[in-house]
């Protein structure tokens, strides 16, 4: 059983720093790919990373202050985030995509980040 778990979200002031981290356990085939997504109030959910063993990619929002990586022997994937603006604030959520054998997503509970002053 794939189990995601987020955490460090939390309030941080504008211009700020904060890195989210999502422990994964129960993975049994390395084909997968994972993303952070995030959710504001009242919107649709934002595909904000991405990584994969070659590349990793960002939206156009987060570009330059947002970085996805991963420790393998802590099964561990991060999203550091610098710069961070009130539009950041959101529910920001931990995503496996496995694409092989068969295709399945897997989601974490979800960190609440809020950028406020």
């Known amino acids: 059983q794939v189990q995601l778990v987020e955490s460090g979200g939390g309030l941080v002031r504008p211009g700020g720093s904060l890195r989210l981290s999502c422990a994964v356990s129960g993975i049994t085939y390395q084909s997968h790919v994972m993303n952070w997504y995030r959710q504001a109030p009242g919107q649709q959910r934002e595909l904000v990373a991405t990584m994969t063993y070659l590349s990793t990619n960002y939206s156009d929002s987060v570009t330059g202050r947002f970085s996805i990586s991963g420790n393998v022997a802590k099964n561990t994937v991060y999203l550091q985030m610098f710069s961070l603006q009130p539009e950041d604030t959101a529910v920001y959520y931990c995503?496996?995509?496995?694409?092989?054998?068969?295709?399945?997503?897997?989601w974490g509970q979800g960190t609440q980040v809020t950028v406020s002053s």
């Open positions: 995503n496996l995509h496995q694409t092989w054998p068969s295709e399945a997503d897997y």
